[in-house]
């Protein structure tokens, strides 16, 4: 799929490990139709990072936000909750916008493409 979007005369983001060249352009212009993110995590047992941007109307209009292994999220939550937050995800009291919407229970990509929920 990457190829599809990519724009190899694009330089290479240094800010995600796998957004394709050009797509940051592809996303600011599809958030003229309304908000998108684009998110990037890596957990295994528990410990990871993340990366999450937001763009709105053509603007990038959060982030790039990161995490690293072994550091705290801010107050405001891990980059991908922040991302959903600005998409309009509202968490219930006790759970984050990344249990609120699902992602949990996929913790795998490759089990996303059969995703129905």
Known sequence: MSDAVADPSQPRRTDFWSLPRGFDGVLAEWSNQGP??????????GAGEENAAVWH???LVLGPLHLVEGEPPS???????????????RAAEGED???????GKHRSTEEWAGMTT
């Open 36 to 45: 998108v993110a684009y998110v990037e995590a890596e957990y295994f047992g």
């Open 57 to 59: 109307d053509g603007q």
């Open 75 to 89: 107050t405001d939550g891990t980059p991908v909750c922040r991302a959903l937050r600005a998409l309009g995800v």
């Open 97 to 103: 916008e990344f249990t609120a919407v699902g992602l």
